[in-house]
Antibody
Framework: EVQVVESGGGLVQPGGSLRLSCAAS????????MHWVRQSPGKGLEWVSA???????YYADSVKGRFTISRDSSENTLYLQMNSLRAEDTAVYFC???????????????WGQGTLVTVSS | IQMTQSPSTLSASVGDRVTITCRAS??????LAWYQQKPGQAPKLLIY???TLHSGVPSRFSGSGSGTEFTLTIGSLQPDDCATYYC??????????FGQGTNVEIK
């Protein structure tokens, strides 16, 4: 069974840092692209970042230069390092599997339950 | 690429045929997906490539369209279908964009 489980969310002050983790199981982690999608409280979905199986990275303009996506294939874990956090980064962050190894032209076929990040003083 | 869904909210009776529309600001060919999200849950993929049903999704869900206009149809609305539905384009990877969502309620 395909599963992705996020962790690492919490309360952080503006300007602070946080690292989210996404533990994957039930599929060959190295052969799929992985994504982060976020949802601000009561709002819609916003794609944040993606990592292809060939380690090409992609970012939304709103997080470029502040967030870094990476993976540890030995641990089947995806990460999102978030620096210089702002109030507008407050959201539930979902980890999602892409349906192919590449990022372009891909859909999100399995999602985790999300982890809440709150940026506030 | 901007994605615009209509309506924002939809109220219908059990058994009704329900249609949600999604418009793209430029052609995305058939690179469109639909997701269902219930309160407190993660989104679930329903349809991809505009009209292909994802594994395990009931056949009352269907999708159509190409270019800039797309529809999601629920053939016979069921109580379990109360949710918010989002379209998503993947023609362009920078960035992927979602519609603003359509909230489906039962009358």
């Amino acid at each position: 069974e395909v599963q992705v489980v996020e962790s690492g969310g919490g309360l952080v002050q503006p300007g602070g840092s946080l690292r989210l983790s996404c533990a994957a199981s039930g599929f060959s982690f190295n052969t799929y692209a992985m994504h982060w999608v976020r949802q601000s409280p009561g709002k819609g979905l916003e794609w944040v970042s993606a990592l292809s199986s060939a380690s090409h990275t992609y970012y939304a303009d709103s997080v470029k230069g502040r967030f870094t996506i990476s993976r540890d294939s030995s641990e089947n874990t995806l990460y999102l390092q978030m620096n210089s956090l702002r109030a507008e980064d407050t959201a539930v962050y979902f980890c999602a599997r892409g349906d192919t190894s590449m990022v372009p032209y891909s859909y999100f076929d399995y999602w985790g339950q999300g982890t809440l990040v709150t940026v506030s003083s | 690429i901007q994605m615009t869904q209509s309506p924002s909210t939809l109220s219908a009776s059990v058994g009704d045929r329900v249609t949600i529309t999604c418009r793209a600001s430029q052609s995305i060919r058939t690179w469109l997906a639909w997701y269902q999200q219930k309160p407190g849950q993660a989104p679930k993929l329903l349809i991809y490539k505009a009209s292909t049903l994802h594994s395990g999704v009931p056949s009352r869900f269907s999708g159509s369209g190409s270019g800039t206009e797309f529809t999601l149809t629920i053939g016979s609305l069921q109580p379990d279908d109360c949710a918010t539905y989002y379209c998503q384009q993947c023609e362009s990877d920078s960035p992927f964009t979602f519609g603003q969502g359509t909230n489906v309620e039962i009358k």
